[in-house]
């Protein structure tokens, strides 16, 4: 996904002293950076380096037994994205370059030109009717044992029910790879970003809600989200004038 060129000013920031400013949190607060270009795959990195005097950032690759890096750098365009709070930051990563050293890789670029701040909206959320969808199945878990109920849903996020015999997705790392099936016919490609957890009030069984945001879905998953939301809603305003 490249930058959206066509945005309003109002998101556009091309001082170099405030995009240095945002980039520096970034690395302050070990913020996840998720990258994404042409080939359609995204990774997860963070911050190693940041020298405003030359003009270069580094970011650290961790396991990547794809070599998705290597085709994201051969691609020629990388995206990428982070939060801070309810801020998203998306900017281009030019003239990038895989450096090896004794830490592992290093995705090394220049400094953005441009960066683009958009505030995330609350977007209304809806409390899904069944006991089974909308649920969200990990990687490689096609068992139910695999699958964390869906609490509630936004366009723009959803509450997971985490069992206490199941592993919490780790806050503030994207997670890519991971299915969410509305209902039996409609299961969407999508990778969230959790960030928070807390239990959920009354459960004696130590089940866990994680709120999470989704990342940069595209514009199909954006409709079929927006659809569903339209639908549960008016099916309890429905239930209600029936009651």
Same mark, same amino acid.
């Given at each position: 996904?490249?930058?959206?060129?066509?945005?309003?000013?109002?998101?556009?920031?091309?001082?170099?002293?405030?995009?240095?400013?945002?980039?520096?949190?970034?690395?302050?607060?070990?913020?996840?950076?998720?990258?994404?270009?042409?080939?359609?795959?995204?990774?997860?990195?963070?911050?190693?380096?940041?020298?405003?005097?030359?003009?270069?950032?580094?970011?650290?690759?961790?396991?990547?037994?794809?070599?998705?890096?290597?085709?994201? &750098?051969?691609?020629? @365009?990388?995206?990428?994205?982070?939060?801070?709070? /309810?801020?998203? =930051?998306?900017? *281009? +990563? %030019?003239?990038?370059?895989?450096?090896?050293?004794?830490?592992?890789?290093?995705?090394?670029?220049?400094?953005?030109?441009?960066?683009?701040?958009?505030?995330?909206?609350?977007?209304?959320?809806?409390?899904?009717?069944?006991?089974?969808?909308?649920?969200?199945?990990?990687?490689?878990?096609?068992?139910?044992?695999?699958?964390?109920?869906?609490?509630?849903?936004?366009?723009?996020?959803?509450?997971?029910? &985490?069992?206490?015999? @199941?592993?919490?997705?780790?806050?503030?790392?994207? /997670?890519?790879? =991971?299915?969410? *099936? +509305? %209902?039996?016919?409609?299961?969407?490609?999508?990778?969230?970003?959790?960030?928070?957890?807390?239990?959920?009030?009354?459960?004696?069984?130590?089940?866990?809600?994680?709120?999470?945001?989704?990342?940069?879905?595209?514009?199909?998953?954006?409709?079929?989200?927006?659809?569903?939301?339209?639908?549960?809603?008016?099916?309890?305003?429905?239930?209600?004038?029936?009651?």
């Amino acid at each position: 996904m490249s930058a959206p060129e066509a945005a309003p000013e109002e998101f556009r920031i091309t001082a170099l002293a405030e995009i240095t400013a945002y980039l520096h949190q970034l690395q302050r607060e070990n913020a996840t950076v998720l990258l994404s270009g042409p080939p359609s795959q995204s990774l997860a990195s963070r911050f190693t380096t940041l020298d405003t005097a030359a003009g270069v950032l580094g970011l650290e690759i961790g396991a990547d037994p794809e070599g998705i890096s290597q085709a994201l &750098v051969a691609g020629g @365009e990388i995206t990428a994205v982070a939060y801070l709070g /309810a801020v998203k =930051l998306q900017f *281009e +990563l %030019d003239e990038a370059v895989l450096v090896s050293g004794d830490q592992g890789a290093v995705l090394r670029a220049s400094l953005p030109t441009r960066l683009y701040r958009f505030q995330r909206r609350q977007a209304f959320r809806v409390q899904p009717a069944g006991s089974v969808y909308p649920r969200v199945v990990l990687p490689g878990g096609g068992s139910p044992g695999r699958a964390l109920r869906v609490l509630d849903i936004s366009i723009g996020g959803l509450a997971l029910a &985490v069992p206490s015999s @199941e592993p919490p997705l780790p806050l503030g790392q994207a /997670a890519s790879g =991971l299915v969410l *099936e +509305l %209902d039996r016919l409609t299961a969407l490609r999508v990778a969230l970003l959790p960030h928070h957890a807390s239990v959920i009030p009354g459960d004696t069984t130590g089940t866990q809600q994680m709120g999470c945001a989704f990342v940069d879905p595209d514009a199909a998953v954006t409709r079929a989200l927006q659809m569903y939301v339209d639908q549960t809603q008016k099916r309890r305003r429905l239930l209600k004038l029936d009651a």
